[in-house]
């Protein structure tokens, strides 16, 4: 694996985060960053297929006023297949309707400190990952009101 490859790799990661706090969720937006089979593990759950990712990132993003998602340097950790890893701190902005919902003095940021799991195929477009995870390390800050049935994994439980 050379230089190029690792920082397309670091490239990859780190315009998928952009996406996210950006909002940026045009029709085919996943396909610059997965394979149609993506797989996707969340604390939050799981989606698979192309347009089960897409609609699963876009829904855990817009259920805050913003994020910010900050990853640390990637990790190559195995080469066949690409498997890479890491760190992020993730920022939360809670909507104003759950702020008003958990009513005066709602703490309006909720912080996750993680680790991210990636592989990679290679495409005729380039690298995209084809099955993604993460896990909440720590937690400050309330999570998210989840719709009925969704339970947040704790952080920490590995």
Not at 36 to 47: C, E, M, V
Not at 86 to 104: C, F, I, K, Q
Not at 106 to 124: C, D, H, I, K, Y
């Amino acid at each position: 694996m050379n230089r190029d490859e690792i920082t397309e790799f670091s490239a990859l990661i780190s315009r998928f985060f952009r996406a996210m706090d950006a909002r940026e969720f045009p029709v085919g937006w996943a396909g610059e960053h997965f394979t149609t089979d993506a797989r996707l593990s969340s604390p939050i759950g799981s989606a698979e297929g192309i347009e089960e990712v897409a609609a699963h990132v876009a829904e855990s993003v817009r259920r805050f006023a913003r994020t910010q998602h900050t990853s640390s340097d990637v990790l190559v950790e195995s080469a066949d297949p690409v498997v890479l890893t890491w760190n992020a701190l993730m920022t939360h902005v809670h909507a104003e309707s759950t702020l008003l919902a958990r009513g005066p003095g709602a703490n309006p940021v909720f912080q996750v400190g993680g680790l991210w799991r990636a592989e990679l195929r290679s495409t005729p477009d380039g690298p995209r990952i084809s099955d993604l995870s993460h896990e909440a390390i720590w937690i400050t800050g309330q999570p998210p009101a989840l719709p009925e049935g969704v339970r947040p994994v704790v952080a920490g439980s590995r």
